[in-house]
């Protein structure tokens, strides 16, 4: 089996998967319990903020455990338009954002809040300027992903957190759920007040994420009930899920010091590998992240060569997954200024660190018979 799918999930590490066991069957109790039990679970959670914290270079108690990026996004921006809305109704991002991004925005339009969707250049990359040109006095939130999650493109943060250093009252999140562990981004240099991630892109286990909130922001909470998640997030705390995805920040970020340049060349041996393909189209730009390769193969629908691909244990994925069994028209392609037939044919293959060269000159190969054939069905 050849595994190309890892920006919709990634095949749990085993180190992870035994802490979560771990803890799971001997530290059982309920954190908030004042019996002793109770109280070891809490020192294993506060462990856990700990080193999340100690990883992403920011406080223990700026750290929020979620149940996922889609979560951390939407406490993030709902939090900010409801605890922020007598200042002001108006939020920026861009056209490209992840779907608990755009769609949230799009909720938040029907309840009076005002959207301004920045458009990206070719490449799919956002202009800093147009975003400082778009801020009004009336702008509470900017929402800027890092690493796009179809076609990879590099958001320039550090820039856009320099230029918002001038509207301090403008609050700044990150989605960082696709380049956290593959591209590197320093929280504190790049000005960022809430920034998301999530385990099971980085080899955690599904239902586990992070919310970093900086200290001086304040968000209305999503759920409403005791003072878990630092008073922001009521409800039993995943002491478990929280262990074992802070294992697997750090066994990630371990892989980026190790292989990072690895996995560059084999996004380059991809790229140079399916340019020769007559009739396919990269929509990744090069200065992209390491691990996402987007193309569009026009005329071919891209659920036939999925499931064409798949039959011979190969798995590759449209778009995103959380819109992947949509219309197979992208919103991202498109907004790159690609035509209807490139956005309607477009496919992403998925790296993790742990892909071989020979995976990918098998998956090169495959396709090419495959594409061969059905060209040849088709006429």
Excluded at 124 to 146: K, W
Excluded at 283 to 297: Q, R
Aim: proline share 4%; glycine share 6%.
């Amino acid at each position: 089996m050849i595994y190309l799918d890892n920006s919709a999930t990634t095949k749990p590490h085993p180190d992870v998967l035994h802490s979560f066991q771990q803890v799971s069957t001997s530290f059982y109790a309920n954190p908030s319990s004042i019996h002793p039990l109770g109280g070891e679970a809490e020192q294993l959670l506060l462990t856990a903020k700990k080193q999340a914290a100690k990883i992403l270079r920011v406080l223990p108690e700026e750290i929020i455990f979620t149940a996922s990026g889609t979560e951390g996004n939407n406490l993030a921006i709902k939090g900010v338009a409801l605890e922020h809305q007598k200042r002001g109704k108006h939020i920026i991002t861009t056209i490209i954002e992840h779907p608990s991004v755009y769609n949230t925005c799009l909720a938040l339009e029907k309840l009076g809040f005002e959207i301004t969707y920045i458009p990206v250049n070719q490449d799919g990359i956002v202009s800093p300027e147009m975003i400082e040109q778009a801020i009004r006095d009336d702008t509470i939130l900017i929402s800027v992903m890092h690493v796009n999650n179809e076609i990879g493109s590099i958001q320039p943060v550090q820039e856009i957190g320099e230029r918002l250093r001038k509207y301090p009252k403008v609050i700044f999140h990150v989605d960082d759920v696709q380049g956290f562990g593959k591209v590197p981004l320093n929280i504190k240099e790049s000005h960022i007040d809430l920034y998301t991630i999530s385990a099971h892109k980085i080899h955690g286990l599904k239902g586990n994420g992070i919310l970093y909130k900086q200290s001086r922001v304040s968000l209305f909470p999503l759920f409403h009930g005791g003072e878990q998640g630092e008073g922001f997030r009521a409800g039993t705390e995943n002491v478990a899920g929280a262990v074992s995805m802070t294992k697997a920040m750090r066994l990630i970020k371990e892989k980026e010091k190790e292989k990072n340049r690895y996995l560059f060349q084999l996004h380059q041996l991809l790229r140079q590998e399916l340019e020769k393909i007559e009739g396919v189209f990269i929509n990744t730009p090069k200065n992209a992240a390491p691990h996402i390769m987007n193309f569009s193969l026009p005329g071919l629908k891209p659920e036939v060569l999925i499931h064409a691909l798949a039959s011979e244990e190969i798995y590759i994925s449209t778009k995103s997954a959380c819109s992947s069994k949509q219309s197979d028209y992208s919103r991202i392609v498109a907004a790159c200024g690609k035509d209807d037939e490139n956005a309607t044919s477009a496919l992403r293959v998925s790296l993790s660190y742990e892909q071989t060269k020979e995976e990918i000159d098998t998956f090169i190969h495959t396709m090419k018979r495959i594409i061969t054939k059905l060209r040849g069905i088709m006429g």
